[in-house]
């Protein structure tokens, strides 16, 4: 019998009511990463969702999206470009403050993190509301970088975050 990878990562997938704050139902990838079959199963599925030859770096927004970028990056053998909360990065830097589901945030890129030209991949653990792949996109694209597409681990499409993202490809492993 066939193990059904997809229903195994999304069983994995705890909820959390009421976190960050009191009316959100947090959806906590922390399971996946416990197990070592989990986690790699989840890597593999990102990997394979865009063409490898269609982007020369990965965006990985903080913190969960280090996390599956970074080791995506590594198994494509790509660069990783971290985007982060405001006042982690050393070096020159540029910012956008967004919107969350409930409240809003700013996030920063390094000046030299993208160059010109260059092609790259969103990749975060979860698509909710877009806000946050919105500010990636904005930074990607004034350092003058193409994106090509966003990926996501978990997809919440009640929250219509697609919609935020606007033209560019979403493709995601879980959906709920």
Do not use: W
């Not at 996946?32 to 865009?50: G, K, M």
């Not at 969103?122 to 004034?142: Q, S």
């Amino acid at each position: 019998m066939t193990r059904d990878v997809v229903a195994d990562l999304a069983a994995r997938i705890r909820d959390v009511q009421d976190f960050p704050i009191p009316g959100i139902l947090f959806k906590d990838i922390t399971p996946i990463l416990q197990d070592a079959d989990s986690f790699h199963d989840s890597i593999e599925l990102l990997a394979a969702l865009y063409d490898p030859a269609s982007y020369d770096v990965i965006v990985g927004m903080e913190s969960r999206g280090f996390v599956f970028g970074a080791a995506v990056a590594y198994k494509l053998h790509c660069g990783f470009v971290p985007v982060r909360k405001p006042g982690k990065l050393p070096a020159e830097k540029i910012s956008v403050e967004y919107a969350l589901e409930y409240g809003t945030n700013t996030l920063e890129m390094h000046g030299d993190g993208i160059v010109p030209g260059q092609r790259a991949l969103l990749l975060d653990d979860l698509l909710a509301t877009g806000g946050t792949c919105r500010a990636a996109i904005e930074l990607v694209e004034r350092l003058g970088g193409i994106v090509v597409g966003t990926a996501f681990l978990v997809e919440l499409e009640f929250l219509h975050g697609r919609e935020r993202i606007g033209n560019y490809p979403v493709k995601s492993v879980l959906r709920f």
